[in-house]
């Protein structure tokens, strides 16, 4: 049961984006209303030291296309940046979380994962491993992928929970993590959506989102905020 203060910043939060969703068009109401019916935080997406950002620039693409609402980044020895020209604005739509004040970030990453009832999916061949159509959803699942030219670290690899591969038939060992990325999401989210799992975000998630993209659309929100709050 939720406290008196998360039902009281829960009704500030609605009354907050009410406000704040006079300031854009209707048309961008309606689609931002469209949009929230498909995210889902039921699969979120791990990078784990990327060197490359117009590859991963191209992995957020895919996650907003998909509806995937949260991107964890793991930077070890690389910082990520965004590619604006790979990721065509798809950043603002979603929400990066980022793990960097560790020199050694992926356990780090991986127990607040678990905290949230994440599944660790590491999307690597292993001798458990599971082939992408085989692997159950039944669980909040976190796909970790690692970089294009060594894969995952072992840490990443050991500390799973399970283990993924895409079946290939060619003689090239590997995609590359855009690629990757692109072809397990489209596969799951689609299980998922067909499935009786309850993927779609809750209420006070949806207001956070639609929050973020509200804010994330009009000029100097935090003055038309401030203004508000003052007289509630």
């Given at each position: 049961m939720l406290s008196k203060n998360s039902v009281k910043?829960?009704?500030?939060?609605?009354?907050?984006?009410?406000?704040?969703?006079t300031f854009i068009s209707t048309r961008r109401r309606q689609l931002f209303n469209e949009k929230i019916r498909f995210r889902t935080r039921h699969i979120t997406v791990v990078l784990e030291d990327i060197f490359q950002p117009h590859n991963a620039s191209a992995v957020l693409r895919t996650c907003d296309c998909f509806g995937i609402q949260d991107v964890h980044i793991?930077?070890?020895q690389n910082k990520y940046e965004v590619?604006?020209?790979?990721?065509?604005?798809?950043?603002?739509?979603?929400?990066?979380?980022?793990?960097?004040?560790?020199?050694?970030?992926?356990l780090s990453?991986?127990?607040?994962?678990?905290?949230?009832?994440?599944?660790?999916?590491?999307?690597?061949?292993?001798?458990?491993?599971?082939?992408?159509?085989?692997?159950?959803?039944?669980?909040?699942?976190?796909?970790?992928?690692?970089?294009?030219?060594?894969?995952?670290?072992e840490t990443a690899i050991k500390h799973a929970d399970a283990w993924v591969k895409i079946p290939?038939?060619?003689?090239?060992?590997?995609?590359?993590?855009?690629?990757?990325?692109?072809?397990m999401l489209h596969s799951l989210t689609e299980k998922l959506r067909r499935s009786a799992i309850e993927w779609q975000l809750q209420d006070f998630?949806?207001?956070?989102v639609l929050l973020?993209?509200?804010?994330?659309?009009?000029?100097?929100?935090?003055?038309?905020?401030?203004?508000?709050?003052?007289?509630?």
């Open positions: 910043n829960e009704l500030r939060d609605q009354r907050l984006l009410e406000h704040l969703m793991i930077e070890n590619n604006p020209d790979v990721a065509l604005g798809s950043s603002k739509w979603l929400s990066l979380i980022k793990y960097h004040s560790d020199r050694e970030n992926t990453a991986y127990e607040e994962l678990k905290k949230k009832g994440y599944r660790i999916v590491a999307t690597t061949p292993h001798q458990h491993d599971v082939l992408l159509d085989e692997l159950p959803l039944d669980s909040k699942t976190a796909l970790v992928f690692g970089t294009e030219l060594n894969g995952l670290t290939m038939y060619g003689f090239t060992e590997s995609f590359n993590i855009s690629v990757s990325a692109a072809i998630e949806k207001t956070e973020s993209w509200t804010r994330n659309t009009i000029k100097r929100p935090e003055l038309i905020e401030q203004e508000f709050l003052k007289n509630i």
